[in-house]
């Protein structure tokens, strides 16, 4: 009886959603309204979400197809974060106007710089199109049928759906196909940049600082959408308008406290909550670690670089920023899903739903099917990823692939197309070839030669042969392919017909790329991976449904699929480890204690230390009074006591336990009341595993405070007229 009791409450603990664990359809948000309400939220489900009036999902804009963001006025200004603006800073700009380093502010309308290629996404409205996305699905369909009529059905729907408007529509399947949900939308294509702080805000702590906390980055970068004289999205003009959302966000400036209800409204863009014990095993413990290694690798050679020149470090941030991001939250995912027990929590799980599906035809084996799929994928799996880790590490491979592809063409309209695009390529390679193949050989060779001695690269020397010499033969495969040498190079493309094919596919960078595509794109190979996924992909809609028919009670939440959600919690420290807690907020002070000036992502702005100084923080910081303590501090030499004094400080960040992910960045940290507090921007690094499952005393997500946001428009940047265009709101007196 006892053990009986033990097992449901393992159950509901860890199948039922945690507290604070979910990403909610905000159609759907009824459901949690009752808690959220007692979680102490002022507000309604429909002042978040309603089809007939302006709500707060009106504000919310899908950044791109990566991000999210919100309008805080009515005229088209809305707020994001840094790093998701990135490439649009950087893409404006040049030495002589560094807005990466030296930060952007628009003075006037007219200053906005126009992005191309940039798109902000209004929700319109969502519907459940379960019925009739699987309509004239017959019980015994294939699995292909079944694609085929679904792939049918939502082409009509959404035709139908957007017939005679500007919207687009799409479809998503939510717990793996069980239910579709229509999402009709409006995009908008003129989208300009307003302002960015310098990177030593808008980055600060940089990659040394990402993925924890405590944090001190200033996350945040604003654009303007501007439409037509209709307010309907249209490609840039200069004609255009500054676009009137139909709802922006208010600004709370009563700051937060411990405790305190928050909830993020964004687009997180995959979770895998459901998924087996097999699955977490191949991500936690086999994938992750072989990433984790290659890229240790990567990074070691381009951080030398970059610590050497600044044209080196910009010609190398954006692409560190990324391989790192990846590589430190794979760290955390692992050891947090190992700390948890997590393969053996799915393990224990899995065994009580084998136990309740054993009478139930259509559920009984469904897992030790998907214990088969994983079996058959996962070595396949790891070839694919040693070859998009490693093969692919250098550019030097990635270039061999382009080469590849024109050796194997055999017309001659596209072998000029060809010839021509890698030329242009070829002369911009080249440009500072000397200084970049000390990077990428080294990171050629030693991710090349890593892969070999895991016994994945056997094409290169058998298991005898001595490092030395396999290290030998890379270098040699550099220095001796005609890609690395830019007359021959040139020589080559310029006579290039398609008889050189044969003199191109005997360069040795050319063979060793194809052998090693060879081994992991193996057309078998490659047959039983697509056959096993399409199985997990069936199975996991089998089994998800089982898991909800065996515990009907819960409301369980899909995955992320990068459409619009909410996560919702409150304001928490953690303890990250014994002895640790973490203080749910930080502030300029601990700017101050990180700065330094000979560490590059530690560099503080002059501007921010005076006003640091001075205290100097406007109706942003904050003012504690402190009494009964007697104070020493020292004014020059001279030595001065008080009691009774006044604390002024500067929130920069706060954490919180809202579920979010990669897609949740730029995303409104919304109060109780629905109003802007901060930009959602990270996680940390002990909650990374949260993905795949969530454990509310370690996953926290990383915010920006919006008061530090708008004190670097104002006090910082001198852009007031910024914060004038925000409707800012004060509650409680201080
Ligand atoms: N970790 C955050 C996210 O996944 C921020 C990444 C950008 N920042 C960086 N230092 N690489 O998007
Ligand atoms: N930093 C992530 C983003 O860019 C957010 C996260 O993974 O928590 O969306």
């Not at 923080?617 to 904050?622: A, I, K, L, N, W």
Request: aromatic share 12%.
């Amino acid at each position: 009886m006892k053990k009986i009791f033990l097992l449901l409450t393992m159950t509901a603990l860890f199948f039922s959603a945690l507290a604070d664990e979910g990403m909610w359809i905000p159609m759907l948000l009824g459901r949690n309204e009752a808690d959220m309400q007692k979680a102490g939220m002022r507000i309604t489900a429909k002042d978040i979400y309603d089809i007939n009036n302006a709500c707060l999902k009106d504000a919310i804009l899908l950044f791109n197809q990566g991000c999210t963001g919100e309008y805080v006025s009515d005229e088209g200004l809305f707020l994001t974060n840094h790093h998701c603006g990135y490439s649009y800073i950087t893409s404006h700009s040049t030495v002589e106007h560094d807005y990466l380093t030296n930060g952007f502010w628009a003075m006037s309308r007219s200053e906005e710089l126009p992005c191309p290629g940039l798109t902000a996404t209004r929700l319109v409205r969502m519907e459940d199109v379960t019925t009739q996305v699987l309509e004239g699905i017959s019980p015994d369909a294939t699995e292909s049928e079944r694609n085929a009529i679904i792939e049918r059905n939502i082409a009509k729907i959404t035709s139908n759906a957007v017939k005679g408007t500007h919207y687009k529509a799409i479809i998503k399947p939510f717990y793996y196909g069980n239910q579709y949900f229509m999402y009709v939308n409006e995009v908008f294509t003129d989208v300009r940049l307003v302002g960015a702080p310098p990177s030593n805000i808008g980055k600060f702590g940089g990659d040394t600082d990402n993925w924890m906390w405590p944090r001190h980055t200033g996350d945040f970068s604003m654009f303007r959408v501007y439409a037509d004289k209709d307010n309907k999205p249209a490609n840039y003009s200069p004609n255009n308008k500054p676009y009137k959302p139909l709802k922006f966000l208010e600004i709370s400036l009563d700051g937060i406290k411990e405790g305190d209800f928050t909830f993020v409204f964004g687009y997180p863009g995959t979770t895998q909550r459901y998924v087996t014990s097999d699955a977490v095993e191949l991500q936690a413990n086999i994938e992750n670690p072989i990433r984790i290694n290659l890229r240790t690798i990567r990074l070691k050679h381009y951080n030398n670089a970059m610590n050497q020149s600044p044209a080196q470090r910009l010609k190398y941030a954006s692409r560190v920023a990324s391989i790192a991001n990846g590589w430190k939250k794979w760290q955390g995912e692992t050891l947090g899903i190992n700390r948890l027990k997590g393969v053996e929590k799915k393990r224990d799980f899995e065994q009580r739903y084998q136990s309740w599906a054993n009478d139930k035809p259509q559920y009984y084996n469904v897992l030790s099917q998907l214990r088969e799929a994983y079996k058959k994928i996962t070595p396949i799996e790891v070839e694919l990823v040693y070859f998009q880790e490693a093969v692919r590490a250098s550019d030097f491979m990635n270039r061999t692939q382009m080469f590849l592809s024109l050796a194997n063409l055999d017309d001659d309209v596209s072998i000029v197309a060809a010839v021509n695009k890698l030329k242009n390529a070829t002369t911009n390679y080249f440009k500072d070839f000397d200084q970049h193949t000390v990077v990428d050989r080294a990171i050629f060779i030693e991710t090349y030669l890593y892969m070999w001695q895991a016994g994945y690269a056997p094409y290169l020397a058998d298991k005898s042969a001595s490092k030395a010499a396999v290290e030998k033969k890379l270098a040699d495969i550099y220095d001796k392919s005609v890609l690395n040498n830019e007359r021959k190079l040139m020589d080559l493309l310029n006579k290039y017909t398609a008889k050189s094919s044969k003199k191109l596919k005997s360069d040795p960078a050319l063979k060793l790329y194809s052998d090693a595509y060879a081994r992991a794109y193996d057309a078998q190979k490659i047959t039983t991976y697509r056959s096993a996924m399409a199985d997990i992909q069936r199975l996991m809609r089998t089994y998800v449904k089982g898991m909800m028919e065996m515990q009907p009670d819960v409301n369980f939440f899909p995955d992320a699929n990068l459409t619009l959600r909410v996560a919702y919690g409150h304001v928490e420290g953690f303890r990250p480890r014994d002895g640790v807690y973490y203080k749910p907020y930080s502030t300029l002070q601990g700017i101050m204690e990180k700065e330094n000036p000979d560490i590059y992502d530690y560099v503080v702005e002059p501007k921010l230390k005076e006003l640091y100084a001075f205290r100097d923080y406007g109706q942003y910081g904050t003012t504690t009074t402190i009494s009964d303590t007697i104070i020493t501090e020292m004014n020059g030499d001279q030595i001065i006591q008080y009691k009774n004094h006044t604390v002024k400080d500067m929130p920069v960040g706060f954490i919180a336990t809202n579920h979010t992910t990669g897609g949740n960045s730029g995303s409104p940290v919304l109060n109780a009341d629905g109003r802007l507090i901060g930009l959602n921007f990270d996680r940390c690094w002990e909650g990374t595993m949260s993905d795949l499952l969530f454990d509310p005393d370690y996953c926290r997500n990383i915010c920006l405070d919006i008061r530090y946001c708008l004190f670097i428009i104002d006090k910082f940047a001198g852009a007031k007229h910024l914060v004038d265009e925000m409707t800012l709101v004060k509650n409680s007196a201080e």
